[in-house]
């Protein structure tokens, strides 16, 4: 039964956890739009709410919020009185609050308490060499047109290198690296950079170490195969004179990256006879067009980044609008937060429903996990049949 709180005290008391705690609060626009907020600021008078709502908001106008505290659903409505900026405003302090108010839907329990849960993981499993380094992918650059035909971009590039003795796009696919060039930019998530084979290994007083292996990096690399300074020196020098032989002047492999994973390298090579230094400044270049081959990979599906989930869950209760399971399983936890949406296979009796949820709320209760989930109600088909289900006499 819903309870009205008018109380100064009791009511500062519940603003003051929604506030400290930044527990979100839901409220409607044109009774249809759902947005969140949370309170930054309080006084006897007024509470300032940040919120995520894209419609445009006026003063005077009249809000119903809601929120949980304490496992118990709570409103109040207030009417705004000043609009800080596009993402803040200012309330009214309520007059009232009302606990345990009553749901849209009247929820009911099941015989058949189980529901399968399937989700996308948040962590993501490429079949790819991992590099200690980590990238942050610009989710952005899928937007663009440029990237949409892969073919047209690699011939773009090749056009754009065949200034060089030769040039590559090297692709890690079902094999790991093989060459110790290929083991160093795995390793480091740098680029392997010989600005000429006659001269001298790139070192950390000229060259920027946060963009290519330098000689500390490759001591370190023999270093730990077992070779004391000496030997290591030994090999990097070895290494020139074979690059020679090869008819290397001046070299570069330049790791494509995409997040923690290797997916390949550029590589550029001129020979002896061209005569010719690989600028350095040209990692710029590279780095700009590995960036778009990595949009473009995601995007024509080269790899899958998603995977997806299932687990078994208890169904607590249930009604036309929402369902709220519990589980012990860490896969739950660490992969479902509010907002995310998930798909949803149980049983009532003979029939067998597929539905689309969102998650609205989330806590720990002991060893269990609960989440409270919305249902996509564009399947009307389905939802209508559900209510037929759970609800007849």
Request: one cysteine or more.
């Amino acid at each position: 039964m819903s309870a009205n709180i008018s109380s100064k005290i009791e009511k500062e008391y519940i603003i003051d956890i929604l506030a400290t705690k930044k527990i979100p609060l839901s409220f409607f626009v044109k009774e249809k739009f759902e947005f969140s907020g949370t309170i930054i600021r309080y006084d006897a008078f007024t509470i300032t709410i940040q919120h995520n709502c894209k419609l445009p908001l006026s003063i005077y106008q009249k809000l119903n919020f809601i929120f949980f505290v304490r496992d118990n659903r709570h409103m109040f409505t207030s009417t705004i009185k000043s609009i800080v900026n596009s993402q803040t405003f200012v309330i009214s302090f309520p007059d009232n609050i009302v606990r345990n108010i009553q749901r849209r839907f009247q929820r009911v329990t099941l015989k058949e308490n189980t529901v399968s849960v399937t989700f996308p993981s948040k962590t993501e499993h490429l079949d790819f060499p991992e590099t200690t380094t980590f990238r942050i992918f610009d989710e952005n650059l899928l937007k663009l047109d440029s990237i949409n035909n892969i073919q047209e971009m690699i011939d773009g590039f090749r056009r754009k290198m065949s200034v060089f003795s030769k040039n590559a796009i090297v692709i890690f696919k079902n094999r790991n690296p093989a060459t110790l060039e290929e083991f160093l930019i795995v390793k480091t998530g740098k680029a392997f950079y010989i600005p000429n084979s006659f001269k001298y290994f790139p070192d950390s007083q000229v060259y920027d170490i946060e963009k290519v292996i330098v000689n500390e990096d490759v001591v370190e690399y023999y270093k730990l195969l077992g070779n004391d300074q000496n030997v290591a020196n030994q090999k990097i020098n070895q290494l020139l004179i074979l690059k020679q032989k090869k008819n290397i002047l001046s070299e570069l492999y330049y790791p494509v990256i995409y997040k923690k994973y290797v997916v390949g390298y550029l590589y550029l090579m001129n020979e002896i006879d061209k005569n010719a230094q690989i600028a350095f400044n040209i990692i710029n270049n590279l780095e700009e067009f590995s960036k778009l081959l990595i949009a473009s990979l995601i995007k024509n599906q080269y790899f899958t980044r998603t995977e997806y989930l299932t687990v078994e869950a208890n169904i607590a209760d249930i009604s036309q609008g929402g369902m709220q399971f519990f589980s012990n399983e860490n896969k739950l936890a660490s992969n479902l937060f509010e907002k995310d949406e998930m798909q949803l296979n149980f049983r009532i009796e003979n029939n067998i429903f597929t539905l689309k949820a969102y998650v609205r709320r989330r806590w720990k209760e002991n060893e269990d996990w609960h989440f409270g989930v919305q249902f996509d109600d564009t399947d009307t088909e389905q939802i209508e049949a559900l209510k037929n289900s759970i609800y007849k006499k």
